[in-house]
């Protein structure tokens, strides 16, 4: 059960160069994220998949796309870098659980990507 | 709008306790509590939903005052292996888009030492 997988870990580009950070998780959940993180910003939701067939917009999507390929696995592409794109880039997954009326969403983090871009 | 965390940095000896807090200006539904190491991935500790009850495990527990939107971690008795980035993150609905969009704060940076 390896969880949430991201490749690659690290990944150079030069400004104009594009590509697809991509994602899978094996834990059957619905849902699927993209955080970016930059130093003293903390975690910034970028694009999210509520469920299978669905994308939605977070707070910084400008720059990037993204596919929700099938239930297991959610890529992030970019399709023009640009040196403020240099970041460490996270996917997620979660399933909500509902206890007792409540809903419960705990979101499982992958290992990151690195990118810098040139 | 991004909560906020206080402190931004804390240093302490084993076995001191501490305490992170989490405000935001506006109301929330719930309060997630990760925990990240330096080079590594956000782990989950906890989760407070409006309406909850206070969560805990071993050493570690918060508590949720929903009319002050405001949350607190609370370490007892620290170990070196506290150590590391806490990040707590909002929503603001349970149902719908922003059930799924949580807001992280800026992190609160956690040193143990011996």
């Known amino acids: 059960n390896a969880g949430v997988t991201q490749t690659p870990k690290f990944q150079v580009l030069k400004t104009g160069q594009s590509m697809t950070l991509q994602c899978a998780q094996d834990?059957?959940?619905?849902?699927m994220y993209w955080y970016r993180q930059d130093p003293g910003m903390g975690l910034r939701l970028i694009y999210y998949?509520?469920?299978?067939?669905?994308?939605d917009k977070g707070e910084v999507p400008n720059g990037y796309n993204v596919s929700r390929l099938n239930k297991r696995e959610f890529s992030l592409r970019l399709e023009s870098a640009a040196p403020s794109q240099t970041s460490v880039y996270f996917c997620a997954s979660s399933e909500s659980i509902t206890d007792q009326g409540l809903i419960y969403n705990e979101q499982f983090f992958g290992p990151g990507t690195r990118l810098t871009v040139l | 709008q991004q909560p906020v965390q206080s402190p931004q940095a804390v240093i302490l000896r084993e076995g001191e306790d501490a305490v992170i807090n989490c405000s935001s200006s506006k109301a929330l539904y719930s309060v997630h509590w990760y925990r990240q190491k330096h080079g590594e991935a956000p782990i989950f500790l906890m989760i407070l939903l409006k309406g909850g009850e206070q969560k805990g495990h071993d050493k570690i527990s918060a508590s949720f005052n929903e009319k002050k939107q405001q949350s607190s971690l609370y370490l007892t008795a620290s170990q070196l292996s506290y150590s590391g980035t806490y990040f707590c993150g909002t929503t603001a609905t349970y149902s719908g888009a922003g059930s799924y969009q949580l807001t992280f704060g800026k992190g609160t940076k956690l040193s143990v030492i011996p």
């Open positions: 834990m059957n959940h619905n849902s």
């Open positions: 998949s509520a469920s299978e067939g669905t994308t």
